[in-house]
């Protein structure tokens, strides 16, 4: 999704930003905070952390999304690109 946003971004959108549908996995080892990221410019905050409800809202939308209960359950991912 980074290479997304900054495909759109190159294109002239300068307010382009991408809320990937999982949390941060760039480094095998995370520090665990802002302040100590190593990636502080390629690092993505979810939708959840900024307290979307992704669930009222892909329903809402008309995409499928249900609470997981098993491992070998589908599971749907949702991100969003933001642009201005």
């Known amino acids: 999704m980074l290479d997304l946003e900054r495909s759109v971004f ?3 959108y300068q307010k382009a930003f991408v809320f990937p549908q999982a949390p941060c996995r760039l480094c095998k080892n995370c ?3 802002a302040e100590d990221c190593r990636h502080p410019y390629l690092s993505r905050p979810t939708l ?3 307290g979307v409800d992704v669930y009222g ?5 008309g995409y499928p999304i249900q609470v997981v ?3 070998h359950d ?3 991912r949702y ?5 201005e």
């Open 31 to 33: 520090t665990g905070t």
């Open 69 to 71: 209960k098993d491992f």
């Open 57 to 61: 809202t892909a329903r809402k939308f």
């Open 48 to 50: 959840e952390a900024f």
């Open 10 to 12: 190159l294109s002239g």
């Open 79 to 83: 991100g969003l690109l933001l642009v």
């Open 74 to 76: 589908e599971m749907n």
